[in-house]
């Protein structure tokens, strides 16, 4: 695969117009930070926030992996204890059943509106410039944007890692689907979310 890379908008522009010319369409990948452009919250950010809401409740279980008095140390140096609280949330999240991981992550997820750069990138991929798009996000942000520009998903074919339905080497493309896009960790329009080194380590093994 080739990576293009360039400061020269006109330069890609071009490039990517002779690709798409000649059949021959890059694959676009979408990493953290599209989702962090687009107001996802990064996960020190939802760390803080869901045990900021859980301990108020005097919620007991949460306190198996963070107590009042961590969080309020982190509240004071959050640069020092940003591992700590990612390290805490990531470990709550692995001891949930996954619908229930799903509904917890969703709340950071189901009011962010569709930016406009999502828009624009949908509408080059509807006009043919990717052919493959691989992302990182398990949010529904770009399939959204391909709706709102008159791209359904009866138009494209969508892999979630995650899930175990899904199988790349027994998924072929269909002739009259315009694009793939591959998400490699999870959907969370599915409910199934990979976030630990070995889970996303396990499902590459089973596809």
């Not at 990493?31 to 859980?54: H, I, L, N, Q, T």
């Not at 339905?165 to 315009?178: G, L, V, Y």
Request: glycine share 4%; charged share 25%.
């Amino acid at each position: 695969m080739t990576i293009v890379q360039s400061d020269d908008l006109r330069d890609l522009s071009r490039r990517l117009s002779e690709a798409r010319n000649q059949g021959k369409p890059y694959t676009l990948f979408l990493g953290s930070g599209c989702a962090r452009a687009a107001g996802v919250p990064d996960w020190g950010e939802m760390a803080m926030r869901f045990f900021s809401e859980e301990l108020a409740t005097e919620n007991s279980w949460v306190e198996d992996f963070m107590s009042f008095s961590e969080l309020s140390e982190i509240r004071r140096d959050p640069i020092r204890g940003r591992a700590k609280l990612i390290d805490s949330f990531v470990r709550m999240l692995l001891s949930l059943p996954i619908p229930i991981r799903y509904s917890v992550l969703q709340r950071f997820y189901d009011k962010i509106p569709v930016p406009e750069f999502y828009l624009q990138l949908a509408r080059m991929i509807k006009d043919g410039y990717f052919a493959h798009i691989l992302t990182t996000s398990i949010d529904n942000l770009l399939e959204n944007a391909l709706a709102k520009v008159g791209v359904y998903r009866k138009d494209y074919d969508l892999i979630s890692l995650a899930s175990a339905e899904s199988r790349i080497q027994s998924f072929p493309e269909s002739a009259d689907k315009r694009f793939l896009i591959i998400k490699l960790h999870g959907d969370l329009a599915e409910q199934k979310v990979v976030i630990a080194p070995y889970e996303i380590e396990d499902t590459l093994h089973l596809h």
